[in-house]
């Protein structure tokens, strides 16, 4: 992805697309947290969804993350404010290969922009160009809206699920077959 790609959606409104780096951790937790309390409301306890705070141990772990290589990204951008990202990385599943996007969130106020699916199909496209022929994602198992936003991005159930401990939820896998590059 060439640095800072524009997109103009049919909203009118433009972001640019980046390649995500260590600076960028601190907001891509403010973003997460944000979305998590209004994408999992009424899916996670709101106890829980209200002790959320940005951790400087995460965003510290993250960075390094980028940094060293162990996680991509991508990160969306409108008016210089970082909106959106998507992380992504080997599998951290056992028996499961190819690669993994471990997240993907937009701030609240850019749902059904395009800017989501922009942030997929160029991590996507990323994994990709790097010779992996899968990727595949988690999902809880409760969250229809993000379980639509996957399949219509051409991910399909895999049929493995797990249980989270803590809060206790149900998560399935997804996958998507990327084909040989060439």
């Given at each position: 992805?060439?640095?800072?790609?524009?997109?103009?959606?049919?909203?009118?409104?433009?972001?640019?697309?980046?390649?995500?780096?260590?600076?960028?951790?601190?907001?891509?937790?403010?973003?997460?947290?944000?979305?998590?309390?209004?994408?999992?409301?009424?899916?996670?306890?709101?106890?829980?969804?209200?002790?959320?705070?940005?951790?400087?141990?995460?965003v510290r772990r993250r960075?390094?993350?980028?940094?060293?290589?162990?996680?991509?990204?991508?990160?969306?951008?409108?008016?210089?404010?970082?909106?959106?990202?998507?992380?992504?990385?080997?599998?951290?599943?056992?028996?499961?290969?190819?690669?993994?996007?471990?997240?993907?969130?937009?701030?609240?106020?850019?749902?059904?922009?395009?800017?989501?699916?922009?942030?997929?199909?160029?991590?996507?496209?990323?994994?990709?160009?790097?010779?992996?022929?899968?990727?595949?994602?988690?999902?809880?198992?409760?969250?229809?809206?993000?379980?639509r936003f996957y399949e219509?991005?051409?991910?399909?159930?895999?049929?493995?699920?797990?249980?989270?401990?803590?809060?206790?939820?149900?998560?399935?896998?997804?996958?998507?077959?990327?084909?040989?590059?060439?």
């Open positions: 992805m060439p640095q800072g790609v524009i997109y103009d959606t049919m909203s009118t409104m433009t972001f640019e697309l980046r390649p995500a780096t260590p600076d960028d951790s601190q907001a891509i937790e403010v973003v997460r947290i944000t979305t998590w309390r209004v994408a999992y409301h009424g899916i996670m306890p709101d106890s829980y969804l209200d002790a959320l705070d940005v951790r400087p141990a995460v960075a390094e993350g980028i940094a060293t290589g162990v996680t991509a990204g991508v990160v969306a951008l409108r008016d210089g404010r970082l909106r959106g990202f998507s992380l992504y990385g080997a599998s951290r599943d056992e028996g499961i290969d190819g690669m993994e996007v471990y997240a993907i969130y937009v701030l609240p106020d850019e749902f059904s922009t395009g800017m989501g699916r922009a942030l997929m199909t160029e991590s996507v496209d990323r994994v990709r160009e790097s010779g992996h022929t899968e990727v595949g994602l988690w999902v809880l198992a409760d969250n229809a809206r993000a379980r219509r991005s051409g991910f399909t159930l895999s049929g493995r699920t797990k249980d989270l401990p803590d809060p206790p939820l149900k998560e399935v896998h997804y996958r998507m077959a990327l084909g040989e590059t060439g």
